[in-house]
């Protein structure tokens, strides 16, 4: 009868799926990476431009001097311009997944930087809402520059840029919430090969970076227009043509709609791996 009533007062766990209780103190952990991150940030930037700017030479000037123009909503434009309205979107895609990744997954689990917040007065989920936010500020910080070297080359100086840096920054985020599902789920960073080699390398060559969309099988392309980097470069190679992005509406909607459904994800998994 006894073990029968402290079985019946013992506590309830909460669900790791509950609503995320957030508050303010986000904050000093995100600036506790800035800190950090400052003493190396300018071989950041390079290691992150760099890449992008291979593609951009290579491919933008290479390719595109055979290619001429494409074809963009009944315009041609040219594939310089095609291309680097695409990959900027992928690069921030991958600057945020990178950092949501292996530099997350360092501070949770190599470093326990994670559990040494936690005996502060900071929650679980105030550090993952700290660096779901610095994984996307460092997107932004990669796409910034990459903008500024473009506008050097002249590719495009339409005052719609601004606009296209907004959508970024929020790119940024999408894939930070996509990417800390995987670092909650990981044992190791070699887990991490999955996520680059089966879903972002495959949405890369389907999201109308490199060619339009209109080019693949009626299957596959309607499959791509889900993706979450199709959607995003809709939204910033009209833009970069200096023209508004049609059903705009449709496209930022599905980028929430995965930025909502990643953060909860990540943060039920995140929860339910330190309930351990």
């Known amino acids: ?8 007062a013992a506590p309830i766990a909460p669900s790791p799926w509950r609503p995320p209780q957030l508050t ?23 290691g ?15 390719m ?8 963009v909503g009944g315009t ?29 997954f360092s501070r949770m689990h190599v470093q326990k930087t994670w559990d040494g917040i936690m005996n502060a007065p900071v929650g679980l989920d105030d550090i993952v809402l700290a660096e779901m936010l610095w994984a996307a500020f460092k997107a932004i910080f990669t796409v910034t520059a990459i903008l500024f070297v473009m506008l050097g080359l002249g590719i495009s100086h339409s005052p719609k840029l601004l606009v296209a840096w907004l959508v970024l920054a ?3 985020i999408t894939f930070s919430c996509i990417a800390l599902i995987f670092n909650a789920l990981a044992k190791g960073y070699d887990f991490f090969t999955y996520y680059f080699t089966l879903f972002m390398t495959p949405m890369m060559f389907l999201s ?54 990643s953060f909860w994800i990540a943060l039920a998994l995140t929860r339910k791996r330190f309930a351990k």
């Open 1 to 8: 009868m006894d073990n029968t009533q402290a079985l019946t």
């Open 24 to 46: 303010l103190r986000w904050w000093p952990v995100f600036l506790r990476n800035l800190l950090v991150w400052r003493k190396l940030a300018i071989p950041s930037l390079i």
């Open 48 to 62: 992150n431009i760099a890449e992008p700017l291979i593609w951009l030479v290579a491919f933008g000037y290479g």
């Open 64 to 71: 595109g001097a055979l290619v001429g123009t494409v074809s």
């Open 76 to 104: 041609d434009v040219p594939y310089i311009l095609f291309l680097a309205s695409g990959s900027i979107c992928m690069s921030a895609m991958n600057a945020a997944s990178f950092e949501a990744l292996y530099s997350a």
């Open 170 to 172: 929020g790119v940024g």
């Open 208 to 261: 109308g970076v490199f060619f339009p969309l209109e080019q693949l099988p009626d299957v596959v392309h309607a499959i791509a227009n889900w993706l979450p980097l199709a959607n995003a470069v809709a939204l910033v190679r009209p833009l970069f043509m200096d023209q508004w992005p049609e059903g705009w509406a449709v496209h930022a909607l599905v980028l929430a709609a995965y930025t909502i459904a």
